[in-house]
């Protein structure tokens, strides 16, 4: 009945099934994972969310946490029950008929029932164990006694004799107890981190799922779609306005060819003219004809419009087309893609030995500067961060190291430290950073952890890159083509700030800041 009771305990409210992956709301009902997640995508786009058990509302789609415990009973109840029969560990002494053993002597080689194990001999030498078909498991297999004690130098079980006289002499022992609790603490110290992994996964997961949701809420493929439909519409007009431009000159030649005909027609009529007067030879004719200085003129007044152009003017053509792609590809870059925004450096943040210039973009090491102590500049390393920092989207942000040979770039929490050795960025867990020192030898950090770059950084442009709700950090070389150097993957718990700190002697500027929409 007990076993009945507890089976329906363990049952899903929803699919009526013992837990699969039990997963629990806020208000404290259990659900598998499967089974809730349907419920709740089937409430999108409602009122709201709520629980199927006990109808709390939710305003925004719940978190689901993993229930350990549930889901450990639920599979230890589901795994297979052993049973004494199947085993085929019976009682040695009912001869009679077989009988189920409780309890096996590893001394007397035998196994008992509840009756005879309690005509047994209580004396110590007589070792009981679970049933066993196999006591010869549960001794040393050189002198055939009982494994009693643990070495800790070779992490074996041995016996009396082994510790006595056998290959363990001035080893140090442990009773099997004392070594078996030993390694039962480092393994709940293992599962303790393994279930700390398990919940940092879960919630990336979660953050996934989430950023999933809301790219379909977006709907970033009708966004797209939308861009594509504009850019052809602008692309189709462009080539009319194009081919019109070409046929348009192509006319004006047609024009100039016509009125040339005709200038031909009057040049040969004044020279027939002309022509006629030369074959006479009566001289007061000649002499009395009308107009006759201005028959070897010739009409002027079409000539700069009959001039020769060459070829068709390619050059305004060109300029018309490239005028015209730029401003889609402005209208791309300003309407879908990125939108830039400003990052400037905090003087408030920055050690005396840096001098910040004017538009707050540049840090350069200088002379000692007497600015007043704050708990937020830094006091030892010449550092900087950020005026704004980032709690959520995707953003990028470059600098020119300026040829400087030592150098840290990489973003931070605010709560950073300002003072001693664990204020250097990546040298704690509240920070991320690309950096150079002498000798061109490259590379990240966190939390004093780092990954050298072998083939160093081939570019004074470096670029750092934030998703945050994905939680990485990245850094690229600005060469040609553009490298990746690596990425940071964290669960990030508050906004970050840019982080610089410049060598003795150097500077580094800030040359541009974009973030996602």
Not at 35 to 43: A, G, K, P
Not at 71 to 97: H, K, L, M, W
Not at 298 to 319: M, P
Not at 438 to 459: E, F, M, T, W, Y
Request: aromatic share 6%.
């Amino acid at each position: 009945m007990a076993s009945a009771d507890l089976s329906k305990e363990l049952d899903c409210p929803i699919c009526l099934e013992i837990y699969t992956d039990p997963v629990m709301l806020r208000c404290g009902h259990n659900y598998c994972r499967v089974c809730i997640d349907q419920v709740l995508e089937s409430q999108e786009g409602s009122a709201g969310y709520s629980c199927p058990e006990c109808r709390e509302k939710y305003k925004e789609r719940p978190a689901l946490h993993r229930n350990f415990a549930l889901r450990n009973i639920a599979e230890r109840f589901q795994s297979p029950q052993p049973v004494q029969e199947e085993n085929g560990v019976c009682c040695t002494y009912c001869v009679d008929s077989p009988v189920p053993a409780v309890m096996s002597c590893l001394l007397c080689d035998a196994s008992m029932c509840d009756k005879h194990l309690r005509a047994h001999s209580k004396a110590p030498e007589h070792v009981l164990c679970a049933p066993t078909t196999s006591p010869e498991s549960r001794k040393c297999s050189i002198h055939k006694e009982i494994l009693k004690y643990y070495c800790t130098e070779d992490a074996a079980c041995v016996c009396v004799s082994c510790y006595v006289i056998g290959g363990h002499v001035g080893h140090k022992m442990m009773s099997l107890y004392e070594a078996s609790e030993e390694k039962k603490k480092k393994l709940r110290k293992d599962l303790q981190t393994l279930m700390a992994e398990t919940e940092e996964a879960e919630k990336r997961v979660q953050s996934l799922e989430e950023r999933r949701r809301r790219a379909q809420a977006d709907d970033v493929a009708e966004r797209f779609t939308s861009l594509f439909r504009d850019l052809r519409r602008r692309l189709e007009e462009l080539e009319k306005r194009v081919l019109g431009d070409i046929t348009r000159q192509a006319q004006s030649y047609d024009d100039i060819i016509r009125q040339l005909e005709i200038k031909k027609e009057e040049l040969s009529r004044k020279m027939r003219h002309i022509e006629k007067l030369c074959n006479l030879t009566d001289p007061l004719t000649v002499l009395q004809e009308s107009d006759t200085g201005d028959l070897c003129d010739t009409e002027d007044r079409h000539d700069k419009q009959l001039h020769d152009g060459g070829d068709l003017d390619v050059a305004i053509i060109s300029h018309t087309l490239h005028t015209a792609i730029s401003d889609i590809m402005f209208g791309v870059t300003g309407g879908i893609c990125i939108q830039p925004a400003d990052l400037l450096l905090d003087v408030n943040t920055a050690n005396n030995w840096l001098q910040i210039s004017d538009d707050r973009k540049t840090a350069s090491w200088s002379q000692w500067l007497k600015r007043p102590k704050t708990r937020e500049r830094f006091q030892r390393y010449p550092q900087v961060l950020s005026s704004r920092g980032f709690s959520s989207g995707r953003h990028y942000w470059e600098v020119d190291v300026g040829g400087s040979e030592r150098w840290i770039v990489g973003m931070c929490y605010p709560g950073i430290a300002r003072r001693g050795e664990q204020s250097v960025i990546g040298d704690n867990v509240k920070s991320w950073c690309l950096c150079r020192d002498l000798g061109n030898q490259c590379s990240v950090r966190h939390d004093r952890k780092a990954i050298q770059l072998p083939d160093g950084i081939p570019s004074d442009r470096v670029r750092i890159y934030l998703d945050y709700e994905a939680g990485e950090i990245s850094f690229y070389a600005l060469c040609d083509p553009i490298r990746h150097l690596h990425t940071f993957t964290a669960t990030f718990t508050a906004p970050l700030y840019a982080a610089l700190c410049v060598g003795i002697g150097y500077h580094i500027k800030i040359s541009g800041v974009s973030q996602g929409v």
